[in-house]
């Protein structure tokens, strides 16, 4: 990377390395199940990836080779289990994504892409869409 550490593709999470001292340190190490989204920009090179938390991470890179944008993608796209989306009344789309984490486990995500106007039915509207995914996965409502 620019900053002089090394973003490792493994199969159960993408980790930053850093020298420190003559030694390598984990700066950071993020399991795949955690990206919500990343994009590849090739100039200047750099990955930014948008972490299901709601905050961001811009790596950037020192070469445009994509293997590296490559592997991430598929990284990320194998975590995904199942995924259903919905459009609710206001404008806004939920999401509801089944993942496998580190460990094997499942476990639902939901992301909303546009303003929620926070009344009962549209909550009614996504959880009954986190169920139904869920369900679908085979896991507990």
Request: glycine share 8%; proline share 5%; net charge negative.
């Amino acid at each position: 990377m620019t900053d002089g550490g090394w973003a490792v593709v493994t199969p159960h999470a993408l980790v930053l390395v850093i020298e420190d001292g003559g030694a390598w340190q984990v700066r950071d190490r993020r399991g795949w199940h955690e990206v919500d989204h990343a994009d590849w920009a090739p100039e200047p090179p750099s990955i930014h990836v948008r972490w299901i938390e709601g905050d961001e991470s811009a790596l950037g890179l020192v070469s445009d080779e994509r293997a590296f944008p490559t592997a991430l993608r598929e990284r990320v796209e194998s975590s995904i289990v199942l995924m259903q989306e919905r459009d609710l009344p206001g404008g806004a789309k939920v999401r509801v994504a089944i993942r496998r984490a580190e460990d094997d486990s499942l476990l639902s995500q939901v992301s909303v892409v546009g303003r929620l106007r926070g009344t009962a039915s549209e909550q009614a509207a996504i959880d009954a869409l986190e169920r139904d995914a869920r369900a679908a996965a085979g896991l507990e409502p």
